[in-house]
């Protein structure tokens, strides 16, 4: 939900970082998608010309996610018709990534102030596409974090190109990174071996208005869980899916609680539900009180994954229903640990 927010808020809670080796390309991938879906124009056309052998970035990968989306959404945003380009540009110890587009442009007079919070450029057309800034201002702040930059040029209705650098992984980054992977595929291996399932039956796909992945066969998924994201920023939905993928879950997302209580209520199942607070139509707490009409605590957990921080949003989360309280941006050790315990507890 789009309130006016404190941005020392936000950066307070973007201050900590999650590294780790990260391939890039499919992170843009995933938010071209969502850009698509959310910001897409038939008259607008985009090019992903990332090579396949991008080297490994090492960064927080739930905040590079929030960078990349929030960049090509801009591009969308102030981009009527034309193309949007996504390239890599060579550096040695960097990963360096353009967002070029064929927009409305920017005076060079007002490229220093763009990234500063709710400055809109006049004679930019920004004013027109009800932009705050906000992203923007987000992006800087969350790239900066790394030790990388940001930059824009602009030609006023010609376009803009934004760059983007972040830190390369090193080769011993890379190797602790490899031997990570592979314990992973090894523990990965001896889950599925033991039996221990997703829900039995086939998943709903029809009540949700996105599930991932497309060509999932409920029966085909030892050791994976389905997990239902409920959330009604797209970023924040992209964040979470790119998470529960790696380790092999299956994802359904609602964009609000509304969408989340009566696709439980038609049918769909799932294993766990991770629900965010402030949402327009109905609110985490509305949906997760409706929920627990039919599910009980034990039969179907409900974390709380918000960026509410106050005891009083615990409070009312628990006494809502809800299993446990996560707040953003999400930890994935923090996220996947949590979702054991409920998930250890559980009662079919």
């Given at each position: 939900m789009n309130d006016i927010l404190d941005f020392s808020s936000i950066k307070k809670q973007h201050s900590r970082l999650n590294l780790s080796c990260v391939e890039i390309a499919p992170i843009i991938g995933d938010a071209i998608a969502e850009c698509q879906i959310?910001?897409?124009?038939?008259?607008?056309?985009?090019?992903?010309?990332?090579?396949a052998d991008l080297p490994l970035a090492y960064v927080d990968q739930a905040k590079v996610a929030t960078i990349f989306y929030n960049v090509i959404a801009n591009a969308y945003k102030f981009t009527e018709k034309g193309l949007i380009r996504i390239s890599s540009v060579p550096a040695e110890d960097t990963v360096c990534i353009e967002v070029a587009d064929t927009g409305v442009g920017i005076e060079a007079k007002?490229?220093?102030?763009?990234?500063?919070?709710?400055?809109?450029?006049?004679?930019?057309?920004?004013?027109?596409?009800?932009?705050?800034g906000l992203g923007l201002a987000v992006c800087k702040h969350l790239v900066e974090l790394h030790g990388g930059s940001v930059t824009v040029r602009s030609t006023l209705g010609v376009g803009s190109v934004?760059?983007?650098?972040?830190?390369?992984?090193?080769?011993?980054?890379?190797?602790?990174?490899?031997?990570?992977?592979?314990?992973?595929?090894?523990?990965?291996?001896?889950?599925?071996?033991?039996?221990d399932n997703a829900s039995g039956g086939s998943v709903e796909q029809k009540w949700l208005p996105a599930f991932y992945p497309k060509n999932y066969p409920a029966s085909a998924t030892e050791g994976s869980r389905i997990v239902m994201v409920v959330d009604d920023e797209p970023v924040n939905r992209m964040v979470l899916r790119h998470l529960l993928l790696k380790?092999?879950?299956?994802?359904?997302?609602?964009?609000?609680?509304?969408?989340?209580?009566?696709?439980?209520?038609?049918?769909?199942?799932?294993?766990?539900?991770?629900?965010?607070?402030?949402?327009?139509?109905?609110?985490?707490?509305?949906?997760?009180?409706?929920?627990?009409?039919?599910?009980?605590?034990?039969?179907?957990?409900?974390?709380?994954?918000?960026?509410k921080t106050q005891q009083h949003d615990r409070d009312a989360s628990a006494n809502a229903g809800g299993n446990a309280f996560l707040t953003k941006p999400v930890v994935p050790d923090e996220l996947f640990a949590s979702m054991s315990q409920v998930l250890a507890r559980k009662i079919a």
């Open positions: 959310n910001h897409g124009n038939a008259l607008v056309q985009v090019q992903n010309n990332l090579p007002h490229l220093d102030s763009i990234f500063m919070l709710f400055e809109q450029v006049a004679d930019s057309g920004v004013r027109q596409k009800n932009g705050t934004f760059t983007i650098t972040l830190p390369r992984a090193t080769p011993q980054q890379i190797v602790e990174h490899q031997r990570k992977v592979e314990s992973e595929r090894k523990a990965k291996v001896i889950t599925a071996g033991s039996g380790r092999n879950h299956v994802v359904l997302e609602a964009a609000n609680g509304l969408e989340a209580a009566e696709a439980l209520e038609k049918g769909c199942k799932c294993d766990v539900v991770l629900m965010d607070i402030m949402m327009p139509v109905m609110s985490g707490v509305e949906s997760c009180q409706r929920i627990r009409q039919r599910f009980s605590i034990e039969a179907l957990p409900i974390i709380f994954v918000t960026a």
